[in-house]
């Protein structure tokens, strides 16, 4: 019974800020002409690193902690069973721009490699951080390609830590400011909201519903089935687009500059693991 | 079986899917009572337990699955929703009783639990996180951008283009 109750603390802890998260509720953030909201998951995460840097909590409840996100995210999975199946019609309908829209995905390709190697002059590290949101996959092909103790290795390791401490909370604030910015339909935003991980789904997607509640039905369904695809396609549109045009605007890019571009190292890195979110 | 009950892998899929669908509950009583359109957590209980049911038929059917030989690992997620796409759409008999019930647990509600786990868990990762040159960290920050943005932009020429907005 006792090893039964072993982990207690976690769940205590989560339902504390759970609590406290909700209390403080949602907040409209105006910073000149941006203007964003926070909504209570934000606080959670930010509560998250604040116990993390004055070492409240041990490392042991960090990693038990680590495998329940897996399990619990299903949850959002089982909520969408109200939104995917009433609206299939506006699934369909929207099916071209739905799959059009993952292309998108590949303009982050178009300014992250250009401006770490022009601005920051960066060696090969910059096509594993730059060449895709650094999830799961992404580890998984770069490994594959190059081995995770090579500067690509670095790179997306490097981007898959920073994702998963501030992911959500560039996603939300992200998010939001394009939503205020009234450039773009609800539809487009949801679609844009499926990157390949549920909780900067969520996070992307919070504020379009707050921002148009009669259409969060449709919006949670474009978003949520974005992200199933992107999860389905995301390896094929790395390994056959991403990375090919990575590497070649990483060429152009020291051309440029006028300098040969460095070449790949291997890392001598602590073993790396990978946990699934 | 190896292991205590309580290491059990069910086991433990079904505390943390509960756990979650309690504070979930209790997450969306204040947030819908914030909002002026109070649920309290007896109201959302049936669609909570239907949740937590459904996310268990599709592990289930997952490893169903898994032990085809050969058959490739997927993820739940899409076990999970083949299941409730059908649930939901049209043909489907529960329909009505799954809008109106799980409508009543607000999405933000329900992603405030699963935050606060990996808010828990960041913080085995802030001591590699430092160790990471600024410039990767920089770059990373783009990709999110980069991303979002640039399907929203296609979204928003295609919908346009194809009359669906």
């Known amino acids: 019974m006792k090893e039964f109750l072993k982990d207690w603390k976690v769940h205590a802890l989560c339902g504390i800020m759970v609590l406290a998260a909700e209390f403080i509720g949602k907040h409209d953030v105006y910073l000149g002409p941006i203007a964003f909201t926070l909504f209570p998951m934000l606080y959670t995460i930010i509560m998250g690193i604040l116990l993390a840097l004055f070492k409240v909590i041990p490392k042991s409840m960090m990693e038990t902690a680590s495998p329940y996100i897996t399990i619990s995210v299903l949850m959002l999975g089982a909520r969408s069973a109200a939104t995917i199946g009433p609206n299939l019609g506006l699934i369909f309908t929207s099916g071209a721009a739905l799959i059009l829209q993952e292309f998108g995905n590949l303009g982050t390709v178009l300014f992250s490699i250009p401006i770490g190697v022009l601005v920051f002059g960066m060696g090969r590290s910059v096509v594993g951080a730059g060449f895709s949101i650094s999830r799961e996959g992404s580890i998984i092909v770069i490994g594959d390609m190059y081995g995770l103790d090579s500067d690509e290795g670095l790179g997306v390791m490097g981007g898959y830590i920073t994702g998963t401490i501030f992911g959500t909370i560039i996603c939300g604030i992200c998010s939001s400011v394009l939503a205020n910015t009234g450039w773009f339909h609800p539809y487009a935003l949801a679609m844009a909201c499926g990157t390949g991980s549920a909780s900067m789904m969520s996070a992307n997607v919070a504020p379009l519903l707050d921002m148009w509640p009669d259409l969060a039905d449709e919006v949670y369904a474009l978003a949520y089935s974005s992200n199933v695809l992107s999860g389905m396609d995301g390896l094929y549109m790395s390994l056959l687009l991403a990375i090919p045009m990575s590497n070649g605007l990483y060429k152009l890019c020291w051309k440029i500059r006028g300098k040969e571009p460095p070449k790949s190292h291997k890392q001598k890195v602590e073993q790396v693991d990978i946990i699934e979110y | ?165």
């Open chain 2, 1 to 165: 079986m190896t292991g205590n009950w309580y290491e059990n892998k069910w086991f433990i899929r079904i505390k943390i899917l509960v756990i979650s669908a309690v504070y979930a509950s209790i997450g969306n009583w204040i947030f819908t009572t914030k909002a002026g359109k109070p649920v309290t957590p007896g109201e959302a209980a049936p669609a909570l337990v239907v949740m937590v049911i459904l996310v268990i038929i599709a592990m289930f059917v997952q490893s169903l699955f898994e032990r085809i030989p050969k058959w490739p690992k997927l993820p739940t997620a899409l076990y999970l929703t083949l299941i409730n796409t059908y649930m939901g759409c049209d043909i489907s008999p529960f329909q009505d009783w799954i809008v109106t019930n799980i409508s009543k647990v607000e999405l933000m509600a329900l992603c405030t639990p699963i935050l606060a786990y990996a808010g828990i868990a960041i913080g085995k990762d802030l001591d590699e996180f430092k160790k990471q040159g600024v410039k990767i960290v920089i770059v990373s920050i783009l990709t999110f951008i980069g991303t979002f943005v640039g399907s929203a932009v296609i979204a928003e020429v295609v919908l346009k283009a194809t009359g669906g907005i």
